[in-house]
C-alpha cells in the first residue's frame, strides 16, 4: 500500500500528491442544497458537476439534484451566456424550483464570465430568485466555495427592514446534517429564536418514505435568509466557512457577529453557548448543562484509554480547529495537523492553541496526504483521524483510524451523528477510544487479554 | 405498430410535452419505442446535453483520465490543472490493479495534479507543469509519464505536448500529453477518442515482447471490481496468451506489444473501437466483439474466440472448461433464480453496459423495459452498419481521426478471404450489432436520459430495479425501490464470466429481499392496522 511514498520529504513546489482539499464549486453546490427548494447550478462543462454530485451522493449517501450550462468547445470560446440562459428558461420550466444558486467553474472564471449580467438578461419567473457565487476552482479549496456562496445567499437575499425579528442568526459552516441538526437542537434547548443557514438537514439525511420529491422538506426558507438581515447578531461557526458571510451581512444590514471556532469540544460548545446566551438573554439550559456534565464524566472515567496518545489528523480547517481543542482537553497529543486548504490563519490559530496547552505540534495548511504519511514514516502517531483517504496510510502504516469530516465514503451514519455540541463530544470520545481499545484487544497476547478495560 | 408500442410512444410523447420548445428540439430522437417491424430505427446519439437539464453525463477529461488512461498502473498521470479534477478521478473507478514484484509499478493509489492557481491561469501554466514533471522524476523515477489537460489548460494556452517533449528530452521518460480539456466535447465519449489516438499514437507498436501461444489483447475491459481478473483466469485456463489489457490491471509496457496479438477481443465497445480498428488497420489483427457479462454471453466469447483460431485441441479445451465451470456455479444460480424471476430492470449505464447486462439479467428471470447509454453513439445503439452514415458535426469533428495505413514490417492477416467471410457470418468479426436488436418490442431505448425522464419513465415503467450509477441511485432508493450500481457494482464484483454471474446474481437477490423495503410503511399509516394498534397500546398501558 501506498508502496511508491519515500520516508525522505523532497521538496516540492509544484506537484501535489493525493490532496486534502477540494475546489471552490463543490462546497459551493453543498451550501446551495441547504436553501429550501433550490437546485445548484454549475457554470462549466457538465463534468464538474457530475463530479459533485457523485461526490456528495457517496459521502451522503443521499440524491443531489444539480444542473450545469454544459459547456462545449464553442461556449468555451465565445462565452456560456446562451447556455446559462437557456439552462435557466429550462431550470425553471421542468424542476420548479423556488431559488437556483450558480457557482462559476475554473472554465467560466478563466474566460471572465459576467454572471449577474446573465441573470439580469435571463427569463426569470415572477417570485423566483437566482442568486450566484464566484467560485473559481483555482483558490482556496471547497471550503472558500461553500463561504463563498453562503456570502452569496447574503449578497442577494438578506435584507434590513429596519425592525429587529429578535432572532440570532447561525452560520453553520461546512458540517453535516447531523451537526446542522445537533446545533438546531442546541438553540432550542436555550430558547433562543433562530436563523441557521445554509441548513442540509432535511434535504441530505431525508428519509426514504416512498415518494420522492426533488426538493425535499429540509433547507432554510428563502424568507428567512432576507430575514437575516433583522437578526440581534450573527454566529459565525469557523473562520474559513463562515466569518465571511457574517461580515458581509454586519457590511449590509449592520447585524454583528461574533466569529466562534466550530463547536467541537467542551470549550468551543461552552464558547457558542454563551454566545447564544448573550445575544438571546436567556440562560445555559438545563438539559445542556447536564449533557456537559455527562461528558466530563465520561472524560473522567475513560481517560486512560485515551491519555498521551499521539494522533495525526486532517480535513478541513475549521473542523480541525475545533478537534484541536478537544483532543487537548482529552489530554491527547496531537501531532500533525494539516489542512489541504491554503491560509495562514490555521496554522495560526492552531498553534496558539498549541501553545496555551503548552504543547506544540507540526501544523500545516495547503498540506497534502503525502506529506502527512511521509511525517508519520519519519515518526509514527498512534491515531490517525481523518476522512476516508487516510485508511491508505492507516493500512500503509498500521495505524488505527478514526473517520471525521469530509468525505467518508466508506462507511455509513455518520452524516446523521453530530460531532458538534457535547452529543458530539461523546460520539468523538466513543469512537476515539473503541478505536484504540479494538486495536489493543487486537494485538494483546491470549493471556493479556481483559475482559473488563 | 402494435397496440402496446403505441401506447407506449403515446407516453414517451407525453413526457416530452413538458420541455420548452428549445429542450424539445434538444431531446426529440433520443427516446425511442423499440418497434423491431419500422427497424432499422434511428436514434439521435452523441449531441449535446441541453443546458440546464440534469445529465448524468461527465465530461472529456473523465473519459480520458478517468477512464482509459486512469487504470494504467505503471504510468504517472499527472492532471494538469485546479485541484477538482485530479481529486475526483482519485481512485473512484474501482480499476483494480495488483503488481508481481516489488519492484513493479503501481501508482493506481495516487493521485498528481499541478493545483494551478490564479497565478498560473494569468501567468501561464507550463512552468508550473515541468516543475512538477521534474519533482515526479525525483520522487518516484517513472518509466511513463502523462498528462491530462483540463478546462482552462487549453484557454490559456499551455502548450503541454512541447512539455512532454521536453521532460522526455530532460528526463527519458516517455511523456504523452493527452489535450482533453473537459469542453472538448459532449461528453466522456471524446475524451475516450483522445486517450485511444494518444495511445496509438505513442505506445502501441513500439513494443517487441514474445507472442505467446494463442495470443490476445482484451481491449475495453477495465477491470472494475477484478472483472478482468476472472476473464483472464478463464482465457488463461483454456490456454490464451493474454498480451495486454486495456487498461485494467494494465500497464503502458505490455501496451508497447499489443500489435502482436493474434486477436484482439472488444469488451467495452464504446471507449476502445478506435484502438481496435486502428490496429486491424495498421496491423491486420481482427477483432472480436465479446461480452463476459452473463453466462450465455460467456459461453458464447469463448466459442468465437476457439472458432477464429479453429483448433480442434482449443475448441476441446474451451467445451470442457465451460463444462466445468457450468456445474460449479449452476445449483446457486438457480436459487437466485427463483428469488429474482419475473421481475423487471431499467439499465441505464455508461456507452456498453447497458447492453452488456442484459443477458445477466434476463438468466435470473429479470426483463428489461428500458435501456439507455449516457455518451454512446449512434453505432452502440444501432450497430456498426451505421457508421458510414452518421453526420460530422462541430463537436465530433473537434477530435482528430487518425490516418492509419498498414505496417509494411507488422501487417498481417490470419485468415484466409474465404474464411473471414465464413466466420463473419457466425460471429461478431471486426462488428458490433449494438442495442437496439436485443431489445423487445415496445420497450423503451434512452440516450442520455436525464433527472426529469427518469423520474418519469419510474413511475410509468415502475421497474423492480433500476440500475444505474450513483447519481441516480439514491434517488430510486427514496421512491422505494431498489438500485444497482452498474459502473461501480456497488462496490461488490466481479461480476463477469461464470463466477462473476453467481455474485451478479446474489446481490440482485439480496437487494430485491432485503427487509427494508417491506418495513416503509410503518403499521400505524396502514389502515387496517390503525385501530387496532391503538387499542393494544390502551392495553398495556
Redesign the interface.
Known amino acids: 500500500?501506498?508502496?511508491?511514498t519515500?520516508k525522505e520529504c523532497?521538496e516540492?513546489?509544484?506537484?501535489?500528491?493525493?490532496?486534502a482539499?477540494?475546489?471552490q464549486?463543490?462546497g459551493a453546490t453543498y451550501a446551495a442544497l441547504g436553501i429550501h427548494r433550490c437546485l445548484p447550478?454549475s457554470h462549466?462543462?457538465?463534468?464538474?458537476q457530475?463530479?459533485f454530485?457523485?461526490?456528495l451522493?457517496?459521502h451522503f449517501?443521499?440524491?443531489?439534484?444539480?444542473?450545469?450550462?454544459?459547456?462545449?468547445?464553442?461556449?468555451?470560446v465565445f462565452g456560456g451566456g446562451s447556455?446559462?440562459k437557456?439552462?435557466?428558461?429550462?431550470?425553471f420550466?421542468?424542476?420548479e424550483p423556488d431559488i437556483v444558486a450558480i457557482s462559476t467553474?475554473?472554465?467560466s472564471?478563466?474566460?471572465g464570465e459576467d454572471i449577474p449580467t446573465y441573470i439580469l438578461q435571463a427569463q426569470v419567473p415572477e417570485g423566483k430568485y437566482v442568486i450566484h457565487a464566484n467560485t473559481?476552482?483555482?483558490?482556496g479549496?471547497h471550503i472558500t466555495g461553500f463561504s463563498n456562496m453562503t456570502k452569496g445567499m447574503v449578497k442577494y437575499l438578506s435584507a434590513a427592514g429596519g425592525k429587529s425579528n429578535g432572532k440570532i442568526n447561525v452560520l453553520p459552516g461546512f458540517v453535516n446534517p447531523g451537526d446542522m441538526r445537533e446545533i438546531k437542537r442546541i438553540l432550542r434547548s436555550m430558547k433562543a429564536d433562530y436563523i441557521m443557514f445554509p441548513d442540509t438537514s432535511g434535504v441530505l439525511d431525508?428519509p426514504?418514505?416512498?415518494?420522492?420529491?426533488?426538493f425535499p422538506e429540509g433547507g432554510t426558507k428563502i424568507k428567512d435568509i432576507i430575514d437575516s438581515g433583522n437578526s440581534l447578531g450573527t454566529l459565525a461557526l469557523g473562520h474559513f466557512a463562515s466569518t465571511d458571510s457574517a461580515q458581509e451581512l454586519k457590511k449590509k444590514c449592520k447585524v454583528p457577529y461574533q466569529a466562534l471556532t466550530t463547536p467541537i469540544g467542551i470549550t468551543a460548545t461552552d464558547d457558542f453557548l454563551m454566545a447564544i446566551a448573550e445575544f438571546s438573554g436567556q440562560p445555559v439550559s438545563a438539559e445542556l448543562e447536564e449533557e456537559r456534565g455527562q461528558v466530563i464524566d465520561i472524560m473522567a472515567d475513560l481517560h486512560q484509554h485515551y491519555y498521551g496518545k499521539e494522533v495525526a489528523l486532517f480535513g478541513d480547517p475549521d473542523m480541525l480547529t475545533g478537534l484541536t481543542q478537544f483532543l487537548l482537553e482529552l489530554g491527547m497529543k496531537p501531532k500533525y495537523i494539516l489542512t489541504?486548504t491554503p491560509g495562514d490563519l490555521f496554522e495560526k490559530e492552531v498553534n496558539q492553541m498549541l501553545s496555551q496547552a503548552g504543547t506544540q505540534a507540526k501544523v500545516k495548511s495547503a498540506g497534502d496526504l503525502?506529506t502527512l504519511h511521509q511525517w508519520i514514516k519519519q515518526d509514527p502517531v498512534d491515531l490517525i483521524i481523518g476522512n476516508t483517504y487516510g485508511k491508505?496510510i492507516a493500512r500503509a502504516e498500521d495505524i488505527p483510524l478514526v473517520r471525521f469530516g469530509f468525505p467518508i465514503m466508506d462507511r455509513g451514519v455518520h452524516s446523521y451523528m453530530p460531532v458538534v455540541g457535547y452529543k458530539g463530544a461523546m460520539r468523538l470520545i466513543e469512537m476515539i477510544s473503541n478505536t484504540l481499545l479494538d486495536r489493543v484487544d487486537r494485538d494483546t497476547a491470549d493471556e493479556d487479554m481483559e475482559l473488563i478495560m | 405498430m402494435t397496440d402496446k408500442i403505441k401506447k407506449m410512444q403515446d407516453t414517451v410523447n407525453g413526457i416530452m410535452s413538458k420541455y420548452p420548445a428549445s429542450a424539445f428540439k434538444g431531446r426529440k430522437g433520443h427516446v425511442i419505442v423499440v418497434d423491431h417491424s419500422e427497424a432499422p430505427q434511428e436514434m439521435v446519439a452523441d449531441t449535446r446535453t441541453v443546458p440546464g437539464i440534469i445529465t448524468e453525463r461527465g465530461c472529456t477529461y473523465a473519459g480520458c483520465k478517468g477512464v482509459v488512461v486512469g487504470p494504467l498502473k505503471d504510468t504517472v498521470a499527472i492532471t494538469h490543472g485546479p485541484i477538482g479534477c485530479g481529486y475526483y478521478s482519485w481512485l473512484t473507478r474501482r480499476n483494480r490493479g495488483r503488481t508481481e514484484k516489488p519492484e513493479d509499478h503501481n501508482f493506481l493509489a495516487y493521485c498528481f495534479s499541478t493545483d494551478m492557481q490564479e497565478t498560473d491561469i494569468v501567468f501561464g501554466g507550463e512552468k508550473k507543469l515541468q516543475k512538477a514533471i521534474s519533482e515526479v522524476v525525483e520522487i518516484f523515477h517513472p518509466k511513463s509519464i502523462m498528462i491530462c489537460a483540463t478546462c482552462p489548460v487549453g484557454l490559456i494556452g499551455d502548450d503541454i505536448n512541447a512539455v512532454a517533449a521536453w521532460a522526455e528530452k530532460e528526463y527519458g521518460v516517455q511523456t504523452i500529453a493527452f489535450s482533453c480539456e473537459g469542453y472538448k466535447g459532449v461528453s466522456q465519449s471524446a475524451g475516450h477518442h483522445i486517450a485511444n489516438n494518444g495511445l496509438f499514437k505513442h505506445v502501441i507498436g513500439t513494443g517487441n515482447a514474445l507472442k505467446g501461444e494463442y495470443s490476445l489483447n482484451i481491449l475495453g475491459e477495465y477491470n472494475i471490481g477484478g472483472d478482468g481478473w476472472e476473464i483472464e483466469r478463464i482465457l488463461k485456463t483454456i490456454g490464451y496468451t493474454i498480451m495486454s489489457v486495456m487498461s485494467g490491471d494494465g500497464t503502458v509496457e505490455q501496451l508497447k506489444s499489443a500489435h502482436k496479438a493474434d486477436l484482439n477481443l472488444v469488451q467495452c465497445h464504446r471507449s476502445i473501437n478506435y484502438v481496435a480498428e486502428m490496429l486491424r488497420e495498421k496491423y491486420g489483427t481482427d477483432w472480436i466483439k465479446v461480452n463476459f457479462l452473463g453466462i450465455e454471453n460467456t459461453i458464447q466469447a469463448l466459442r468465437d474466440i476457439a472458432k477464429y483460431f479453429g483448433e480442434q485441441s482449443l475448441i476441446d479445451r474451451t467445451e470442457a472448461v465451460i463444462a466445468a465451470e457450468l456445474a460449479e456455479i449452476e445449483p446457486e444460480m438457480e436459487k437466485y433464480r427463483e428469488m429474482c424471476k419475473g421481475k423487471t430492470a431499467c439499465l441505464f449505464v455508461g456507452g456498453s453496459r447497458a447492453n452488456h447486462f442484459q443477458g445477466l439479467y434476463s438468466e435470473i428471470g429479470i426483463e428489461t423495459v428500458l435501456a439507455g447509454f449516457e455518451f454512446a453513439h449512434r453505432d452502440d445503439y444501432e450497430g456498426r452498419e451505421v457508421i458510414p452514415f452518421i453526420k460530422a458535426n462541430a463537436d465530433n469533428k473537434n477530435i482528430e481521426n487518425l490516418v492509419i495505413t498498414p505496417d509494411p514490417k507488422h501487417y498481417r492477416l490470419l485468415l484466409s478471404k474465404d474464411k473471414y467471410k465464413e466466420l463473419s457470418q457466425e460471429m461478431s468479426l471486426n462488428y458490433f450489432k449494438g442495442l437496439i436488436k436485443i431489445m423487445n418490442d415496445g420497450n423503451i431505448v434512452v440516450d442520455d436520459i436525464n433527472h426529469y425522464e427518469m423520474e418519469q419513465f419510474m413511475k410509468i415503467l415502475n421497474p423492480d430495479i433500476f440500475a444505474s450509477g450513483i447519481k441516480e441511485k439514491y434517488v430510486i432508493h427514496k421512491m422505494g425501490k431498489l438500485s444497482k450500481q452498474l459502473h461501480s457494482y456497488d462496490y461488490s464484483g466481479p461480476f463477469a464470466g461464470f463466477k462473476g454471474a453467481v455474485i451478479f446474481a446474489r446481490d440482485i437477490a439480496m437487494g430485491l429481499t432485503t427487509p427494508a423495503w417491506s418495513l416503509i410503511k410503518p403499521k400505524w399509516k396502514q389502515d387496517t392496522h390503525l385501530e387496532g394498534s391503538y387499542v393494544y397500546v390502551e392495553e398495556v398501558i
Do not use: W
Open positions: 500500500m501506498l508502496d511508491h519515500p523532497i516540492r513546489k509544484s506537484l501535489v500528491i493525493n490532496p482539499k477540494t475546489c464549486p463543490l447550478h462549466g462543462s457538465q463534468g464538474c457530475m463530479y454530485r457523485s461526490h451522493n457517496r449517501r443521499e440524491p443531489v439534484e444539480a444542473a450545469t450550462s454544459s459547456f462545449t468547445e464553442g461556449a468555451a447556455n446559462l437557456a439552462a435557466l428558461k429550462n431550470i420550466a421542468i424542476y467553474t475554473c472554465l472564471e478563466t474566460i473559481p476552482s483555482y483558490q479549496s431525508a426514504l418514505t416512498g415518494e420522492y420529491h426533488i489541504g503525502f491508505y
